[in-house]
């Protein structure tokens, strides 16, 4: 091959792949070789070397995703929230080196022990963290590396000197020789050059049910535009399967830019990130933004007021801990987990544990039609003659089309077979002479037969017969009846018969009858049936299946694939949880609109494919607010729909079971598969289904809003009472002498609490509250927290106010500024500490729940046994440590039965004041979890 001829296959390697698949489809056999320099003898060995140089293998390289442990361990902690535990957690470590032996006279805040703990426990919460994240995306390439694989296959290739042999489909290169038979799955993106009686499964490539005919002569017409590469008879694509029949075909493109392998490349894309990490990322900066304004305010008022800057810096490490949930990353996984395991029980497979969160999110679902919505089984709705009537005879001479040899098994003639029942199997007076079968390209199916015996059937109503001797005309030959029978399309059978059976007599099918019949099958399909004429004629020795015109017309049949009988109460339901479902399907647009409105969904518009392809952006984003059905689309079609209605706002659930499913699944916010889908499918996504029934999926829905919401419940009220609680210290340090919390003393008041809250994933919740999507909404939670915050501020001042008037100074022998010496001011500092400490974890567990729930606590709504369990043990801790040496070595004292007194009329003020502050916040339409 000389320098100017690679120089071509070069440009070539970057033209556009689908401007040589065009060109093939419509080129013939002679002008495709010519177009990739390769003849029926195959290439020669130097031909093979410059095609792969030029255009590459025929490998789908896995993504270039699979990060050493070491990296990704180190990317699971590049997380703000996490950086925020790690510089506490720097933070606290200096305050403890500088502590340590260091005691500032009458201004000592905390026991120089407890800062090490408040260190360790931190840090183990930053770990935590860290390697929740690496595990979950220690998962993230599957779905690539079994897309690679499943065209793992070999491939029988001509080529000079070697004859036709077998080699691994990698090895294939652009021009090569191949053949095809039954069985074979197709190595690459290829251009017929013969084929005999050939047909193709492409249904993992199109979502196709039934295999398609290809034809090496069945070239496009110049100047066709509308018509879809992967209809384009004369072309096979990598992945398909040979169902019948057998080809000799050039290979036009091969790997990653054959189409099969443009899927692969989705997963190479940066999936958009979920709503759920959205989210945590999201309060993470808030948490940050909050302690980089807080801290150096503390720290500001406390130096300055006391001059002391080792006291302030002590100071701003209790605001930071008291802002920081340090077991957020713990709870949250703790719920997600209880939620996941909840599913599983109940049918659904999550196999990311944030995608929890997403699935109680959604709003939007885009299905599949077929075995989705529908049983997935065709089925025969009836057999009529052309008068109306039904007729045994149509529906016995329509079996007889599905007695052609060869014939590869498809849902229409399945569902004639289970029509015909037992007598289906009674074939024994039936002689088939020649056949062709159904197939997309003559759209008919044509059977000759020899019967040995005479049978004739009545319309169930009518009393008229219809029969292979009633007018329709059969050849005899003694007790020998012989008949053409052919089945099709309106469009292909109107025009081949000459004479229609009516009441028992074969008339004239005259232009204006034509005109009837067209009008009734149109309203037919209109409303979702498929229909298929049937029609016979008599047949001599020499006529053959070529010969099937001058027919008499039968009747017909209707098809349905039936939608699933609790489809509409589940979409429903669907629709009162706040969730849209829309339509994708690769199906005829009437018959698409038929099974929407059966099972409930919007059908006033229907959109296909061609028409998307006509739309921009911003007007197909308009069409979406009110359009629910999809048909005729491709692969390409759906993953645009689905990032349109992402970009809309909405939150989008894709669930699907084949490869042309993938690029939509990539591009939706949660991935839904059923355990039947192929492996790419199951592996790419989040949530898997044991079974493929809408009803599983509402149910797994119904389970992650419970776990968003008992999530929430925790997020809101920690951050909501920690808030509180840094408003309170800020407000000390303006004026206390001392730290009115240590920081240790901080960490374990929040250990405490977050300990009793890991009983909130088995919490009850309202039913009211699971009626719309659960997300994680950061804004909301800045809400909840300026609302509830200054409230348990406004009690902690009432305890400050009697603790530093009235309880510390009758523990201490006066008021603090009275005081002269270290241990009394010590002994004055430990009382207010415990005081607080002990009234803090009432005040918290009060509020978690008075707001668990919008309906009056405890007697409208009560919370769970375990719930109420750990609330109980964490007041029974709280309140028991100050009379513990535990306490005592934390800086505690035992407290003053005066103290009770005053913790209950906090309590009952606080619980009226936040049932108050509830009412108003619910008053102004604001979602409480």
Known sequence: ????????????????????????????????????????????????????????GNTIPAPDVHESPAR??????????????????????????????????GTTAANGGGTPVTVGIILLMAVVSGLIRYVHDSRSSHAATALATMVSTTATVRRVGAGERQIPSEELVVGDIVTLSAGDIVPADCKLLESRDLRIAQGALTGESMPVRKDAAALLAAGTRDTALTDAACLVFMGTTVISGSALAVVIATGRSALFGGLSRAFQWQRPRTRFERGMNSTSWMLMAFTAVTVPVSMLVTGIASGDWLQALLFGVSVAVGLTPEMLPLIVTVCLSRGARTMASGKAIVRRLDAIETLGG???????????????????????????????????AAWLTTLIPHTTSNPWDDAIVAAE?????????????????????????????????????????????????????????????????????????????????????????????????????????????????????????????????????????????????????????MHNAGITVTMLTGDEPQVARTVARKVGINARRVVTGRTLDDMTDTAL????????????????????????????????????????????????????????GSEAVRQSADVMLTHKNLDVLLRGITQSRRTCVNMMKYIKLALSSNFGNIISVMIAGAFLPFVPMAPVQMVLLNLIYDLAC????????????????????????????????????????????VLLTLLCPAVAGG??????????????????????????????????????????????????????????????????????????????????????????????????????????????QQPLL
């Open 421 to 573: 029942g037992d007598s289906a199997n009674d074939t024994g007076d039936v002689q088939v002479e020649g056949g062709t079968p159904f197939d997309p390209i003559r759209r008919r199916a044509t059977v000759i037969v020899a019967k040995s015996h005479h049978r004739a059937d009545r319309e169930h109503t009518g009393g008229s017969d219809i029969s292979e001797t009633s007018g329709a005309g059969a050849g005899t030959s003694g007790n020998v009846s012989r008949i053409m029978v052919v089945k099709g399309a309106v469009s292909e059978m109107l025009p081949r018969c000459d004479t229609v059976m009516r009441n028992g007599t074969a008339e004239p099918l005259t232009d204006r009858l034509r005109g009837t019949y067209k009008r009734l099958m149109a309203d037919k399909a209109t409303h979702g049936y498929r229909v298929l004429l049937v029609a016979q004629r008599s047949v001599t020795d020499q006529t053959t299946v070529q010969d099937d015109r001058a027919l008499t017309l039968l009747g017909y049949l209707t098809f349905l694939d039936l939608p699933k009988p609790d489809a509409a109460d589940t979409i429903a339901h």
């Open 758 to 801: 890991l009983a909130i994933p088995w919490d009850r919740v309202d039913g009211d509250v699971l009626r719309s999507p659960a997300r994680w909404d950061t804004a909301s939670i800045a809400r909840f927290m300026s609302r509830f915050g200054p409230v348990s501020s406004l009690f902690d001042m009432v305890t400050f106010t």
């Open 1 to 56: 091959m000389n320098t100017l001829r690679l120089i071509r296959w070069r440009g070539e390697r970057h033209a556009s792949i689908t401007q040589r698949l065009n060109f093939a489809a419509h080129a013939t056999p002679e002008a495709t070789l010519a177009l990739v320099y390769a003849h029926e003898s195959g290439l020669e060995p130097d031909e093979v070397r410059q095609a792969r140089r030029a255009y590459g």
């Open 621 to 676: 984003g308009t069409e979406l607010r009110r359009v629910n059905v999809f048909a005729k689309l491709t692969p390409e079609h759906k993953a645009r729909i689905v990032s349109l209605l992402r970009r809309e706002g909405h939150c989008v659930g894709c669930m699907g079971d084949g490869v042309n499913d993938l690029p939509a699944m990539h591009a939706s916010e949660i991935a839904i598969s059923a355990s039947t």
């Open 72 to 105: 990704r361990l180190v990317r699971a902690f590049m997380n703000p929230f996490i950086g925020v535990l790690m510089l506490l957690a720097l933070t606290s470590f200096v305050c403890s080196l500088a502590q340590r032996g260091i005691v500032t006279s």
């Open 815 to 924: 008021r603090f500024p009275e005081l002269h010496g270290d241990g009394s001011r010590l002994l004055f500092v430990a009382a207010f500490q415990t005081g607080w400490f002990v009234v803090s974890m009432w005040t918290q567990i009060t509020a978690l729940h008075m707001l668990r729930t919008e309906r009056v606590p405890f007697i409208g709504s009560r919370a769970s046994v375990p719930l109420v369990c750990t609330s109980l043990a964490a007041l029974t801790i709280a309140t028991a440590l100050p009379f513990t040496p535990v306490g005592a070595w934390m800086g505690f004292h035992v407290p003053p039965v005066s103290l009770f007194a005053l913790l209950a009329i906090v309590i009952a003020g606080y619980a009226v004041t936040v049932l108050a502050v509830r009412t108003l916040y619910l008053h102004r």
């Open 362 to 396: 959604m709003d939007v679902l885009c299905v599949d039609k077929t075995g989705t919505l529908t049983s997935g089984v065709i089925k025969l709705d009836r057999a009529q003659s052309m008068s109306g009537l039904n007729s045994s005879y149509v529906l016995h």
